[in-house]
T-cell receptor, first 113, second 113 residues
Framework: KQEVTQIPAALSVPEGENLVLNCSFTDSAIYNLQWFRQDPGKGLTSLLLIQSSQREQTSGRLNASLDKSSGRSTLYIAASQPGDSATYLCASNYGGSQGNLIFGKGTKLSVKP | AAGVIQSPRHLIKEKRETATLKCYPIPRHDTVYWYQQGPGQDPQFLISFYEKMQSDKGSIPDRFSAQQFSDYHSELNMSSLELGDSALYFC????????????FGPGTRLTVL
């Protein structure tokens, strides 16, 4: 069964810190991996998508990496801000005839001013 | 830029009633996915459609059905509602199945009393 695990479940950091969120997946035959942000009771905002042929993607203060062989992805947030406080979810896509996303349970991030 | 539209945004129903959720994908997107997110849970895939045909089925109860119409919008029909159906229901759209980013709508919050 394909599973996605995120560690830690929650993280609290002071403003300005650099931080890393971890995501692991059980099946390395991944098509792509997507990172999302979710504010409480709100929808999912796509942050970054990494194709299986890529090693990393960057957008502003965010950098996501993908290591298929080890079944891991990381989301690096530089110079964290209180506005970054949210739950971050990673989701794997195995493509094929499905293409549906398998989500991890997320990391709840709190950035303290 | 146009986003995925979901209606209604909030819905309150009694047990055993029926509900219909609607999803309007981003223009020129031909694939629609439905996900269910229970309280404190990660999103779970329900069903997807590609070019108006069902492409995959996840953990969707038999009481639920869905379809994609000629204009690519999709509807999720839920009958004999149960308390456990209370959740956020997300629709996502993309171009094709073997695809890039899935763009999520704001969700419909269904409360079953």
């Amino acid at each position: 069964k394909q599973e996605v695990t995120q560690i830690p479940a929650a993280l609290s950091v002071p403003e300005g810190e650099n931080l890393v969120l971890n995501c692991s997946f059980t099946d390395s035959a991944i098509y792509n991996l997507q990172w999302f942000r979710q504010d409480p009771g709100k929808g999912l905002t796509s942050l970054l998508l990494i194709q299986s042929s890529q090693r990393e993607q960057t957008s502003g203060r965010l950098n996501a990496s993908l290591d298929k062989s080890s079944g891991r992805s990381t989301l690096y947030i530089a110079a964290s801000q209180p506005g970054d406080s949210a739950t971050y979810l990673c989701a794997s896509n195995y493509g094929g005839s499905q293409g549906n996303l398998i989500f991890g349970k997320g990391t709840k991030l709190s950035v303290k001013p | 830029a146009a986003g995925v539209i979901q209606s209604p945004r909030h819905l309150i129903k009694e047990k055993r009633e029926t509900a219909t959720l609607k999803c309007y994908p981003i223009p020129r997107h031909d694939t629609v996915y439905w996900y269910q997110q229970g309280p404190g849970q990660d999103p779970q895939f329900l069903i997807s459609f590609y070019e108006k045909m069902q492409s995959d089925k996840g953990s969707i109860p038999d009481r639920f059905s869905a379809q994609q119409f000629s204009d690519y919008h999709s509807e999720l029909n839920m009958s004999s509602l149960e308390l456990g159906d209370s959740a956020l229901y997300f629709c996502a759209s993309s171009v094709g199945l073997r695809t890039d980013t899935q763009y999520f709508g704001p969700g419909t919050r269904l409360t079953v009393l």
